[in-house]
């Protein structure tokens, strides 16, 4: 009983000493999400990048561990949602529709609407600098920022937001109906012309490992067909398989 008492009240400790800067966030954060929060460490964590640990104390954590969390706990929310609205859709159209509504871009300009870049720990300079990479920083605090509300309040809560701010806003504009999988549309296509699977390779990588550029080529036959940049390999390769479309669309358009 001592161990737990002492447990509880160290980390009431820690939760009490925040910095003013973090106090603020925490202050903006509860008028965001429109309820208290109870733990204050799991959204400053959530906000936290990689980048900004460089002045934080030895043994500090960014925000990677939450995103991986909360990307599990959107898949679910999103998952379900769909299940019980869209009856008439087979598990093929459902995964298709759920990859648009957690994609990156998607999450992106979800961050952007709720103003997440007012709250992020990010270094300067790198904030600075950051141009491309900025959608997947957005993207990556949202999902650590879902993953903190539902450690901190639970599944319920974290529907709610998760419905209110992602799934709702991209059903009342048609958002869900657009396919930005190139990869998905570029394999279809090369199947039903029998022209081959599409391979992607990656053909360049440079930067420092927090902001890394890949540049992806998609072959098919072993000719390359398209070329795509991205701050992770999945945007590269979205972003070649989209050249590839283009090339394929322009080739039949001139036969």
Same mark, same amino acid.
């Given at each position: 009983?001592? #161990?737990?008492?002492?447990?509880?009240?160290?980390?009431?400790?820690? !939760?009490?000493n925040?910095s003013?800067? !973090? $106090? %603020?966030? /925490?202050?903006?954060?509860?008028?965001?999400?429109?309820?208290?929060?109870?733990?204050?460490? #799991?959204?400053?964590?959530?906000?936290?990048?990689?980048?900004?640990? !460089?002045?934080?104390? +030895?043994?500090?954590?960014? =925000?990677?561990?939450?995103? #991986?969390?909360? &990307? *599990?706990?959107?898949?679910?929310? @999103?998952? +379900?949602?769909? #299940?019980? =609205?869209?009856?008439? $859709?087979?598990?093929?159209?459902?995964?298709? /529709?759920?990859?648009?509504?957690?994609?990156?871009?998607?999450?992106?300009?979800?961050?952007?609407?709720?103003?997440?870049?007012?709250?992020?720990?990010?270094?300067?300079?790198?904030?600075?600098?950051? +141009?491309?990479?900025?959608?997947?920083?957005?993207?990556?605090?949202?999902?650590?920022?879902?993953? *903190?509300?539902?450690?901190d309040t639970?599944?319920?809560?974290?529907?709610?937001?998760?419905? $209110?701010?992602?799934?709702?806003?991209?059903f009342?504009?048609?958002?869900?109906?657009?396919? %930005?999988?190139?990869?998905?549309?570029?394999?279809?296509?090369?199947?039903?012309?029998?022209?081959?699977?599409? @391979?992607?390779?990656? /053909?360049?990588?440079?930067?420092?490992?927090?902001n890394?550029?890949?540049? @992806?080529? @998609?072959?098919?036959?072993?000719? !390359?067909f398209?070329k795509?940049?991205? $701050?992770?390999?999945?945007? *590269?390769?979205? =972003?070649?398989?989209?050249? *590839?479309?283009?090339? /394929?669309?322009? =080739? &039949?358009?001139?036969?």
């Amino acid at each position: 009983m001592g #161990f737990l008492f002492n447990l509880v009240s160290r980390f009431k400790k820690i !939760e009490n000493n925040l910095s003013i800067k !973090e $106090k %603020k966030i /925490i202050k903006e954060i509860e008028m965001l999400l429109g309820y208290k929060i109870q733990k204050h460490s #799991f959204y400053l964590k959530a906000l936290t990048h990689r980048s900004y640990l !460089e002045i934080l104390p +030895e043994g500090s954590k960014s =925000n990677e561990r939450l995103e #991986f969390l909360g &990307d *599990a706990v959107l898949d679910l929310i @999103v998952a +379900e949602y769909l #299940f019980q =609205n869209l009856p008439e $859709k087979d598990e093929g159209e459902l995964t298709k /529709i759920r990859s648009r509504l957690v994609d990156r871009i998607s999450l992106s300009n979800v961050a952007e609407s709720l103003n997440l870049d007012r709250f992020l720990l990010i270094e300067e300079n790198f904030h600075n600098n950051l +141009e491309d990479g900025k959608k997947t920083v957005r993207a990556d605090a949202l999902e650590a920022l879902i993953g *903190a509300i539902y450690l901190d309040t639970g599944l319920e809560n974290t529907k709610k937001f998760v419905i $209110k701010n992602i799934v709702k806003p991209s059903f009342n504009k048609g958002y869900h109906q657009i396919d %930005k999988n190139y990869k998905g549309q570029l394999l279809e296509l090369t199947h039903s012309k029998k022209i081959g699977t599409p @391979v992607y390779k990656i /053909i360049q990588e440079e930067g420092p490992e927090h902001n890394k550029l890949f540049v @992806v080529s @998609v072959f098919i036959n072993n000719e !390359e067909f398209g070329k795509g940049e991205g $701050k992770n390999k999945k945007t *590269a390769e979205q =972003n070649a398989a989209k050249s *590839a479309l283009e090339t /394929i669309e322009s =080739n &039949d358009k001139s036969l």
